[in-house]
């Protein structure tokens, strides 16, 4: 794999789940025949929006099979291998490899946060690194795991010959500049949201994580063509359109809006797992109208 496949769009795709709360495999299917007519570089399976902190470990490795057998041949799979300690991490990157995977995407361990100081964390992402069959993107999410990475600890790991790019859901482009800045042209910087893909992309970013890419494919698409070409007037007037949407389905009302968006629009997506409810019915009008206003969904 190359540095350059780790440009463009990727979206985070939700774990498909049936009545009984198990994983539906033939709806995974079916939405990813969908996606694969779109000009994604690939996919994230075992993101936040793929409820990855919902799956134990047997099913991890299945969905990854899964999206692998599925996906276009030359889209690339991003699996979320993160777990609570490094040997464990360590384990999960190797069979996530040998499920399929093609890269490795590592939330920093943070149940003992006070105590994830800059020398443990560059500790634990090396070990990971060092004993990882494939590429790792460093995944900072800080609205989740209460630890964002400082930019220091993402320059210095930079270097490692196995750490391949990180994944910044922080929302903080002028650390995303001082990342580009500090390190060599191949390390990968991707937008962890479409609120903020075009100033991502405008100091420097290769592309961007979104979930909003799972129902507004051409849109996200787009932004990132037209800034790849300079357009950025256009480029802007789509970010615009498209920042109630994405904080609908991100910031606001989460997976559950995001699956509820899935089912309008004719993909699957179906209940959340448990404890996430579904998205309440006296809701779903009022998101109908969001995307309409965003122009994912037809009047």
């Keep these: 794999m190359d540095s350059s496949d780790l440009r463009g769009v990727f979206p985070p795709i939700p774990t498909p789940f049936d009545a009984e709360g198990d994983i539906d495999r033939d709806a995974l299917k079916r939405n990813l025949t969908w996606w694969n007519d779109q000009a994604f570089s690939g996919y994230v399976v075992l993101g936040s929006n793929g409820e990855a902190a919902h799956l134990v470990e047997s099913e991890k490795l299945a969905l ?6 599925a ?16 040997a464990a991490t360590i384990w999960l990157t190797q069979q996530a490899a040998a499920a399929g995977a093609d890269v490795a995407l590592v939330l ?39 630890i964002d990475l400082p930019a220091s600890i993402i320059i210095d790991l930079s270097r490692h010959e196995n750490v391949a790019g990180v994944k910044d859901s922080s929302g903080n482009v002028a650390k995303l500049s001082e990342i580009r800045h500090a390190v060599d042209p191949g390390f990968a910087i991707l937008a962890g949201s479409a609120g903020f893909l075009l100033p991502a992309l405008s100091v420097g970013a290769d592309g961007g994580v979104l979930a909003l890419a799972n129902i507004a494919p051409a849109a996200c698409l787009e932004i990132f063509d037209l800034a790849t070409a300079g357009e950025w007037e256009k480029a802007r007037a789509i970010q615009n359109r ?24 004719g993909l699957y997506g179906g209940p959340p797992r448990r404890p996430l409810l579904p998205l309440a019915d006296e809701l779903r009008a009022e998101l109908r109208e969001i995307l309409r206003e965003a122009c994912i969904l037809e009047l």
């Design 64 to 69: 990854i099979a899964a999206v692998r057998a």
């Design 71 to 86: 996906a276009s041949e030359d889209r690339i799979v991003i699996a979320g291998t993160g777990l609570l300690f490094t």
């Design 108 to 146: 920093p361990p943070f149940f003992y946060r006070g105590l994830m100081t800059s020398a443990v964390l560059t500790e634990h992402f090396e070990r990971v690194a060092d004993a990882s069959p494939i590429p790792i993107l460093l995944y900072n999410m800080p609205a989740n795991t209460g």
């Design 242 to 265: 498209l920042v109630r949407a994405n904080a609908t389905i991100t910031r606001r009302w989460g997976v559950p809006a995001l699956k509820a968006a899935m089912d309008e629009l």
